[in-house]
């Protein structure tokens, strides 16, 4: 049994014509890019990649994130999938719904603002995934949860995608 893993950058996210988070370069020592997820508005970005090698069980989703001012409080992240068997799936690719969301909510670990952190959300919600689907994956900070307590964006720098090949 083997990891397939997957890095999806934050400069390569797709958003809709709203509620999107906006990209950010910090850093002085090096580049840092990231998306800015408001703490007020709940805010989405999409990702396309290709299920290699898929075999069976859970996506984990691996979100890098750190937080722009606060230094303390929850975030609370949502993933989604919809994936598309080509030359199989009779679904319209522009109308294919997600599955339903799976969510984790992770803790600033406190000290200073920039603290890099990482959470894991357990897909299990994966929309008949199978190996060499075409798959989307759609992350989004819950702002409006009565859990998500973080003040100021939470801008993530990537996310990384592992699921089993057998």
């Known amino acids: 049994m083997a990891t397939v893993t997957q890095t999806l950058l934050a400069a390569d996210g797709q958003f809709l014509s709203s509620a999107f988070p906006g990209l950010v ?5 090096f580049p840092v890019v990231g998306l800015a997820f408001d703490a007020a508005t709940d805010e ?3 990702w396309s990649f290709y299920a290699a090698n898929y075999g069976s069980g859970n996506v984990t989703v691996r979100v890098f994130w750190y937080a722009d001012t606060a230094s303390s409080g929850d975030v609370v992240w949502e993933a989604q999938l919809a994936a598309i068997t080509a030359n199989t799936d009779t679904q319209d690719v522009e109308t294919k ?3 339903t969301a799976n969510t984790a909510t ?3 670990l406190g000290t200073t603002g920039q603290r890099l952190h990482s959470v894991d959300i357990t897909v299990s919600n994966l929309d008949s ?3 060499g689907d075409s798959v989307w994956l759609r992350l989004a900070r819950d702002a409006n949860n009565a859990s998500d307590t973080m003040t100021g964006d939470a801008i993530v720098e990537k ?3 592992t699921y089993s090949d057998t």
């Open 44 to 46: 989405a970005v999409f």
């Open 25 to 29: 370069k910090n850093g002085s020592n």
């Open 129 to 131: 995934l199978a190996s």
């Open 106 to 108: 992770d803790t600033h």
């Open 97 to 99: 719904a997600l599955a």
């Open 159 to 161: 996310v990384v995608l």
